[in-house]
DNA sequence: TTGAAAGCGCTAACAT
DNA sequence: ATGTTAGCGCTTTCAA
């Protein structure tokens, strides 16, 4: 492998020269440079990517925190990801460790990480007396933060009240919420939750008739809320978790709202591939989608192309998401200001998935 | 940012003990060894992976060239990789980059790629007359290589032919093909198409009737095969090829079938997603599966879990294969004996989307 | 068992 | 416009 000290030799200059005549910078005398990179061509020169990060403290790399690529979601955000991070020179690399105390030794600029909860538990732990860049994508979740990261968020709060305002204008008075998570948690709150819960005001009895959980905490006895969370044992004992089968949670989540008879007339999913199981389970026991009833997710992911029926979803921008997020994390980088939060936008598609009452 | 240097300070001693300490390498004091242990502790350090790397020749990291991670099979290749290069204490980094000279300018020690196209494009070009670790995922295909490279195969030829064999068994005689490419190409051949080929020795107008083709070469003048693979355009006027979308091709090779009045009683598809979208298109078109027609096709990925009715299919293991893409490249990386190919098993899964024609 | 010292390949300030 | 030099943080050899 060439140096620019060969370089150096072989063109008769001195090792500065070749650097300034290779990265365009500084005086170099206009002869001499095109001497210098025909060497370069000649030894088949390319620069050493560590010698180069070593002195500049810079890697060029970014780190996306994430575990679960099955989650179409994930893909999308990566793919915003790399689209600016490559207009910046920068690599994003890909790693769902769950072993914070590595991120200091991995080779990279900053980290992204994919929501709030992840961004919790990092700051309480490594990284409460560490700094580094560091963002987080968003979805407007109660979470409190020990310490300010810039948020690329999407507020699912206003979403969910806009999907149940749209489910309403339709005549649908009833509406169940298919949900993974226990509406009270230790970390915070999803503010699909928070939404849903104020839009109804609802309290008590209601909430256990419409709110359709299918975690294995709010179902301590059922055995089948036990299979949805892919993971893997480690040499060491350690469990890591590897992914979330929401379709199979959704279809879950749909065999439970048939053997609890519940009469809501429309279902709200945690997510599109919650949607889909849930659809594809209410067929499988005889309901119609949106004849019998109607369900509408979230997301609008490339997944949604295996429907059946053209979903009703709000529609994320995981890709614009995505791109902003490495945007903000390289100005925290380069020591630029940058807004505590930005706002992706959203809206409501419309599907075949809801039926409107109103046009009986 | 402590260094060992500090640490040194502190400890009252020099580097090159700090540096034994730390890494359990060589003779060092217990004592002395506990009061660097306390010290480093005490100053929160972290070793700095990039220093590290420039003196070791080494990075920790390995390059998948992947492009395409909306397909699961890539998805499942790379967990695989992830499992095993954690296990030595490396990280597995994403890029479809298509720009091959960049490889070299990468923190990476080797690079995987996904397939033989890729591998066979990289040695036509950058990896001429560069010597980088390399393996490569195969299946089976007519591809030569200009240099030898580890192959982890799995071979589709032979799964072809025990795919066409068991459906031969249930009764089968006229077996169509789904493919998105042509069968014949500048690059090599794929291992499934010249499989599918052999099986029947067809020729010439056969051929026409059951090998179903939707890639836009073999339908210049059909707008409706244009529409399959996403692009991205970059600043520089280049076109970076995204994600080829295999559930739409499966459609339309259903729609093709249709149209054509094929008499086929099954179909080959190249893949699941295709088998996927084949059945849904079928559906849309009145046909049932596998009442009117049988469907088979190749993965067996969780894409799958999508599927309305369980697809009959042949099993590979990428995840598997990921894992041996990491293991053999470790051992190239570090001077090992290595075997030119690794075969991977296949199994036939049986679903219920092929019809047993003797048993009417 | 320890420590000094010479790198690894490149950058960047500074003197020329 | 060019070259010298001192690092960047760590590894590793070798002499003590």
Redesign the pocket.
């Known amino acids: 492998?060439a140096?620019?000290?060969d370089i150096a030799e072989k063109a008769?200059?001195?090792?500065?020269?070749v650097?300034?005549a290779?990265?365009n910078?500084?005086?170099?005398?206009a002869h001499?440079r095109e001497i210098i990179l025909e060497a370069a061509r000649e030894l088949g020169y390319r620069?050493?990517p560590i010698?180069?990060s070593?002195?500049?403290?810079r890697t060029g790399q970014i780190l996306f925190f994430c575990k679960d690529l099955k989650n179409a979601f994930n893909v999308e955000l990566y793919e915003g990801m790399i689209e600016t991070a490559r207009k910046n020179n920068y690599m994003v690399v890909l790693s769902g460790e769950i072993d914070f105390s590595r991120i200091r030794t991995l080779m990279v600029d900053g980290v992204i990480f994919p929501n709030e909860v992840h961004t919790q538990e990092y700051l309480n732990n490594e990284g409460k007396n560490f700094l580094f860049p560091v963002v987080t994508a968003s979805y407007g979740g109660g979470y409190s933060f020990a310490r300010a990261v810039p948020r690329i968020n999407c507020d699912l709060y206003k979403g969910m009240m806009e999907e149940l305002r749209y489910l309403q204008n339709r005549g649908h008075r009833k509406i169940a919420f298919a949900c993974p998570y226990l509406p009270k948690s230790a970390f915070g709150l999803d503010a699909r939750i928070s939404g849903w819960l104020d839009f109804f005001g609802t309290a008590g009895k209601e909430l256990d008739r419409y709110y359709i959980c299918v975690s294995r905490y709010a179902l301590p006895d059922d055995p089948r809320a036990l299979r949805f969370n892919e993971e893997q044992l480690l040499e060491d004992g350690r469990k890591v978790f590897l992914a979330e089968d929401f379709f199979s949670k959704g279809r879950f989540a749909a065999q439970l709202f048939c053997e609890r008879k519940c009469d809501a007339t429309a279902v709200v999913c945690f997510n599109d591939e919650m949607a889909q199981g849930f659809c594809r389970q209410l067929r499988e026991n005889g309901l119609e989608v949106p004849e019998d009833v109607s369900v509408a997710g979230f997301d609008d992911t490339y997944a949604n192309r295996y429907a059946v029926r053209r979903p009703t979803t709000l529609a994320l921008n995981p890709k614009l998401q995505g791109q902003k997020c490495v945007e903000v994390l390289l100005d925290v980088i380069n020591g630029r200001r940058v807004k505590n939060t930005t706002e992706i936008p959203f809206r409501l598609v419309e599907g075949e998935t809801v039926k409107d009452l109103r046009k009986q």
Chains 1, 2 share one sequence.
């Not at 910078?25 to 005398?29: I, L």
């Not at 070593?54 to 403290?57: N, P, S």
């Open positions: 492998m140096t620019r000290k008769g200059v001195s090792v500065s020269v650097s300034r290779l990265n910078s500084g005086y170099v005398d001499k620069q050493n010698a180069v070593l002195a500049t403290k």
